[in-house]
């Protein structure tokens, strides 16, 4: 069995390696699964249909066949999503997508 002062001895040799690990996995999990503050929607009377939004972020737009214009997924776009999203509003051929930030 392991006492407790060899515990702490072996804590105090990995300190930093285990707080580097931890501030490391903290921000992979913002990165992944925090929500950011951006919002975006679709003026769908501006939508022209040709699913460059949706090719370039699924996770995000959504081609509807029977309107035939996107439409928008989520609430807020996730923070590692933001940059894409900002990318199909610069490329988006009718001026349609409306990003709130
Ligand atoms: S990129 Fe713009 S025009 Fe094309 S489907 Fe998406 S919202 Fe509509």
Redesign the pocket.
């Known amino acids: 069995m392991v006492g407790i002062g060899a515990l702490y001895i072996g804590y105090e040799a990995r300190k930093s390696e285990i707080e580097f690990l931890s501030r490391k996995s903290s921000g992979i999990w913002e990165l992944f699964f925090k929500e950011g503050n951006m919002k975006v929607k ?1 003026d769908k009377e ?9 090719d370039l972020c699924p996770e995000v ?1 959504q ?1 509807d066949e029977d309107e035939l ?2 439409h928008i997924l989520v609430d807020e776009v996730p923070k590692h999503l933001e940059d894409v999203v900002r990318q ?1 509003a610069a ?4 001026d ?2 409306i990003i709130e930030e």
């Open positions: 679709i501006s939508c022209m249909g040709d699913r460059n939004c949706n737009f081609y214009v996107s199909a490329e988006c051929a009718g349609a997508i």
